[in-house]
Structure formats: C-alpha cells, structure tokens
C-alpha cells in the first residue's frame, strides 16, 4: 500500500514592521497611520483559493533577527496531479500587506494597500526533502511589487517578516464506490489513477440499537456518551438514531466502525438538529482480537447552524482514558456549506494556530474528506496522511470517520423533509 506523493507549502513566522509616521495627521483629516489599526495579508498562488492571515506589529529594530510576535497562514496542498503539471515550472506566491479589519469576504475592497512581496517557488524537488525558499525580512516598498531579492532596509521602508518553505507531504488516497450509506467497496487510488479496492462498507439502520459492545465505562456516563428516549411513536418519527457504519478488510473481518451515540432530534420548537443538543457518533476500533466488542477511538458531534449560511456545524475529538474517565481532546471544529458541502479537515498545525488544542499528540496534516452538500450524489474521496498510517486498521478508522461526517448530512437534514430510503428503519416506509 504506497502513498501518493504530496508537497506542502508553508507560510509561517510571519510579522509586519512599520515607519513611524515623520508628521502627525492633521486634525480631522481623517488619516490613520497602520500602526493604530490591524494589518494582514493575502496570499496568492496560482490555481489555489487565496488566504488570508493576521500580520502583528513588532516595534524592533533589528532586521538581523527574527520577531517576538508571528502568526502562520493555513498552506497550501500540492497532489500529485499538480505536482506533475509543475515539474519544472517555478511559482510566484505573492504576498499582498493591508491595513484595516480583516472582516468578511469584502475585507480587501475597505482595507489599505501597504505593498506586496513575491516569493518564486520551486516544489519540483519538495517531494523528496524539505526546502525553505525565504526566511527573513524583506522591504514591501509603498504599494509596490517588490521581490525578496530586492530586500530595502532604507530608512522609513515597510518590511515584513515570512519563511517559506516546502516539504514532502506522501498520503494515502482513498475513494467510496458509491454513498456510505449503500454499503459501498472502498477503493485505494494510487499514481497514474489506479484504482485497488482495500475496504468494503456495511451500512445498517437499527432503531432499537443500544451501545454497541461498548466498555461498560463508555455506557454509564450517558450525559457524555449518549442519551436514551421514550418509545412513543410520535417521538420515533422526530428522532435519527440507530445509524451504524462497519468497515470490513478484504478478508471480511471488521477494522472499524461508526456507531450513532447520540440520536439527532430537533430542537424542542423547531425541525433542525441544534448547537445545543447535537447528535453524535463514536468512531470505534476492535477491542482486541473479539470481532463483536469495540473501544472508542473519538468522538464526533454535528448540528445545523443557523445563520445567514445555512451550515453543518462539527466537532472531533480523540478519545483519551485516563485514570479510568474518559477525556475527550479537539482536534477539529468547523462549519461546512449544507448546500455546497466542503472539507472535512484534520490539521494538527491549523489547530494549534487557533489555539483550539495544546495537547495534540503530533503535528501537520492529518487527513481530509470531500462531503456533498444536501441531496446530492456523495462518494467522499479521503486523503490520510501516511505517517498516521502504521498498518490498514489505522486507514480504517478515517474511512469510517468519513462515513460518519458524510452520514451526518443527511442527519442533520430539517425533520421536515423526507430522508432517502437506504437511511430509514424498515418500519419507516414514508420516508422513501
């Protein structure tokens, strides 16, 4: 089982230093120097979504040395697709530096154009080794495009502080045959597009499902692991709960699982799945060498956000036990478009940039999943990254968190509209 080559590019240490202005503004003038308003930047490489990050002001004078205060910006993800259409062919990352509040998408269009840098970067040799390609100051001029060759340590020059480099980033690539909930095959794609099944789906519906061979520790605390309801009829129809994704080996012994813990219903008053009252799944891993017993690996939560979007919100944590309690660790919270879909995206450094975890056990790219948007024809394709990847039980495990997040979809769909009839109980028959 070979990985795919990926390169990922990095931009990090980043920091602004700027003149402090010769005159004060004339009152009432309207004229804000930068230095009393936030700044960031924008960065650009071609045929990626550009990103955005926060720039901090270091008050320091000496550019022989690296500033106190930095943030990083989340990088960019070379496949091997684009890898091979890049052989040879330098890039240009241009860095564009703005004053003013980095608010929503119309952020750049009220903000204030301090300069720009260009970085040429070269990944044809990442795939193999680490490379930096800046790392230090350089001068961004007065609104001007200025390469890092051209580093202006004049007197009253803007200047910003970045490294920029690139390193090997091999994952493992893997595809569903059709929608989780079909009970698909799962297919390991490899260079050249190649395409060998590893993994087979069962998906199941069970209404009367309670917790599935789960440690009794992982059952008592039920206002953690999961909630139990009344059997009236009316209260079944409101509920989505029972939801079970196993995930075979080729041999057609279980690897791994996603159980539903906690049913989704809706908020009292409402038909959508609330923050406040989110359903939820453990992601489950065989409890030794027994086929029918499992052990919590994490945990994953998902609700339908209200807003001027209309979102999926989630939340993953890893499972940790310690001292006979069990303790959850996030590592991944955000929100997704319900009707164009997204990315579901494990990134230990992101993470850690947003201050959301200081305990996590390694760093970089976890593993990421494509899920469609509501109603729509979904085969999630996951990418893991392979230094998590020790053996295909550890594949398993993100294939069935996939399954879990792409399930949740349909989960958190409004209770006022009828489910597909692969995910309904047979007794179930209205909602086909």
Not at 265 to 274: E, H, K
Request: one cysteine or more.
């Amino acid at each position: 089982m070979d990985p795919c080559p990926f390169v990922r590019l990095l931009v990090g240490s980043l920091a602004l230093k700027l003149p402090l202005p010769t005159k004060p503004s004339p009152p009432n003038s309207g004229g804000v120097h930068p230095s009393s308003t936030p700044c960031f930047c924008t960065l650009q490489l071609k045929s990626f979504p550009s990103q955005t990050a926060l720039l901090p002001l270091t008050p320091s004078s000496n550019t022989a040395t690296p500033p106190e205060t930095v943030t990083s910006a989340a990088g960019f993800h070379l496949d091997s697709a684009t890898l091979r259409r890049l052989s040879g062919k330098p890039l240009a990352l241009r860095i564009s530096v703005y004053a003013g509040s980095m608010g929503g998408a119309c952020c750049i269009t009220g903000a204030k154009l301090l300069g720009r840098v260009t970085v040429s970067v070269d990944v044809g040799s990442s795939v193999y080794r680490p490379i930096t390609f800046h790392d230090g100051w350089v001068g961004i001029g007065k609104k001007g495009k200025v390469s890092v060759n051209d580093v202006d340590h004049k007197k009253g020059s803007a200047q910003i502080h970045l490294v920029v480099r690139s390193e090997p980033d091999p994952r493992f690539v893997f595809q569903f045959g059709g929608e989780p909930e079909c009970s698909p095959v799962v297919f390991q794609i490899q260079e050249n597009n190649i395409r060998q099944p590893v993994f087979s789906v069962k998906f199941s519906a069970d209404r009367n499902a309670r917790s599935r061979s789960l440690p009794s520790k992982f059952s008592k605390n039920t206002s953690r692991w999961k909630r139990t309801f009344s059997g009236v009829s009316e209260r079944q129809r409101r509920e989505r709960k029972g939801w079970m994704i196993t995930v075979h080996d080729l041999s057609g012994s279980p690897v791994a699982a996603a159980s539903m813990a906690t049913p989704f219903v809706p908020s009292p008053g409402s038909d959508r799945v609330s923050r406040s009252n989110p359903g939820a799944w453990l992601i489950l891993r065989p409890n030794g060498a027994s086929v029918s017993s499992w052990k919590p690996w994490g945990r994953l939560e998902a609700w339908r956000e209200r807003g001027p979007v209309d979102g999926l919100g989630y939340k993953f944590e890893l499972v940790a036990e310690s001292g006979g309690s069990v303790n959850g660790i996030p590592i991944a919270e955000s929100t997704m478009s319900v009707k164009k879909g997204g990315q579901f995206c494990i990134d230990y450094q992101a993470m850690k940039d947003s201050g959301l975890s200081s305990r996590l056990p390694r760093e970089g790219f976890v593993m990421g999943s494509t899920v469609e948007g509501a109603g729509k024809v979904s085969k999630p394709v996951v990418q893991v990254g392979a230094q998590h990847v020790t053996c295909m039980a550890d594949a398993a495990l993100f294939i069935a968190l996939s399954a879990a997040i792409d399930l949740s979809m349909d989960a958190c769909q409004l209770f006022s509209h009828k489910l597909r009839k692969e995910l309904c109980h047979e007794e179930q028959a209205s909602c086909s």
